[in-house]
C-alpha cells in the first residue's frame, strides 16, 4: 500500500511557500506532499471570490486529481484552509469513495489553528460578526485585505531576525473569502470518526485557543486535540516538531 500524500492548506494571507521548512521533514518520513494555493489569495478579480470558489478548486483540482489515482490524502489545513478544506472534502472519505467503487479517499483531517465553520458559515461570522482590528480591509486596494503588523499577530514566536523575509510572505486577500460560506463541511461525517485532529496552537495572537476551543465545541463532532505550544504559524516557527506530529496522526489513521 502506497502511502497517502499530505496536501497542505494555506492559511488566508500565505502562499504554499508557508509550508517550505516543514515539507523537507514528511519527506524524509516518507511521505509525498502537495502545498497547495486557492484563488482568494491575492485574487485578480477580488468582487468574484468567495469561500466556495476555493473549495470548488482545491478539490478538483488538487484532491480528486490524487484520488483517481488511487492514492489516499491526508488533509493538512491551516486557519482559513479550515474553512476551505473542511468543504472540499466532502463526500471524498474512504468509504463512500469505495462505496461507489471509486479508488482513493480522504482518511484524515488535521486542523492547524483551523477554522471549523458550519455550513453557510462565513468567517467572519465564526470569529463574531466583525473584523478583527489586525485586518486592515481594502489595503493594498479595494476589495482585498492584509494582517498587520504581520510579526505581532503571526509570527509571534519567531525572531525578528525573521521579519524582512516572513513580512514579505504576507499577501493580500480577497474579503469576500470570508465573507460568504462554505457548503456542508466533511468533519460533520460520521466517516471522519477518528480521523479529525486538531493542533491547538496555545500562544496564537491571530486565533486564540480558546476561540479554537469553541470552534471544535460548536462542530459537535470529537477531535483528537494536540496541544503545541507555538503562534499562529507552527510550520515555521517549530517545522520538525510539526512533522512529527502530522506522521504521528497519520500513522493513527493508517493503523485504524
Ligand atoms: C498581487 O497580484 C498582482 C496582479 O494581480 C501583482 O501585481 C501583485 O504583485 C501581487 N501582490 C503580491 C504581494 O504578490
Redesign the pocket.
Given at each position: 500500500m502506497s502511502s497517502p500524500i499530505f496536501v497542505l492548506v494555506p492559511g488566508a494571507f500565505g502562499t504554499p511557500s508557508a509550508y517550505d521548512k516543514l515539507v523537507p521533514y514528511l519527506e524524509k518520513a516518507g511521505f509525498a506532499t502537495m502545498p497547495e494555493p486557492y484563488p482568494s489569495c491575492?485574487h485578480?478579480n477580488p468582487s468574484i471570490a468567495s469561500c466556495q470558489e476555493d473549495i470548488t478548486s482545491l478539490r478538483e483540482k488538487i484532491i480528486l486529481p490524487i484520488l483517481e489515482q488511487g492514492s489516499d490524502v491526508i488533509l493538512v489545513v491551516h486557519s482559513y484552509g479550515g474553512a476551505v478544506g473542511g468543504a472540499a472534502a466532502t463526500g471524498l472519505d474512504k468509504k463512500t469513495r469505495a462505496a461507489n467503487g471509486l479508488p482513493g479517499g480522504v482518511i484524515g483531517l488535521i486542523y492547524i489553528a483551523g477554522n471549523v465553520l458550519l455550513e453557510g458559515e462565513s468567517l467572519i461570522q465564526a470569529v463574531g460578526g466583525a473584523y478583527p482590528p489586525y485586518i486592515k480591509t481594502d489595503k493594498p486596494s479595494p476589495g482585498l485585505s492584509l494582517i498587520e503588523p504581520a510579526m505581532d499577530v503571526l509570527y509571534n514566536d519567531c525572531g525578528q531576525a525573521l521579519a524582512p523575509e516572513l513580512e514579505a510572505a504576507v499577501?493580500?486577500h480577497a474579503q469576500l473569502a470570508f465573507e460568504t460560506g462554505p457548503t456542508a463541511p466533511a468533519w460533520a461525517d460520521a466517516a471522519f470518526e477518528g480521523r479529525r485532529t486538531y493542533i491547538r496552537t496555545e500562544d496564537d495572537c491571530c486565533i486564540p485557543a480558546s476561540l479554537q476551543d469553541a470552534w471544535m465545541e460548536k462542530s459537535g463532532v470529537k477531535w483528537d486535540v494536540v496541544h503545541f505550544k507555538s503562534s499562529h504559524m507552527p510550520f515555521v516557527s517549530k517545522p520538525k516538531d510539526l512533522a512529527e506530529q502530522l506522521v504521528k496522526s497519520a500513522n493513527g489513521y493508517l493503523a485504524l
Open positions: 491575492n485578480s499577501k493580500p
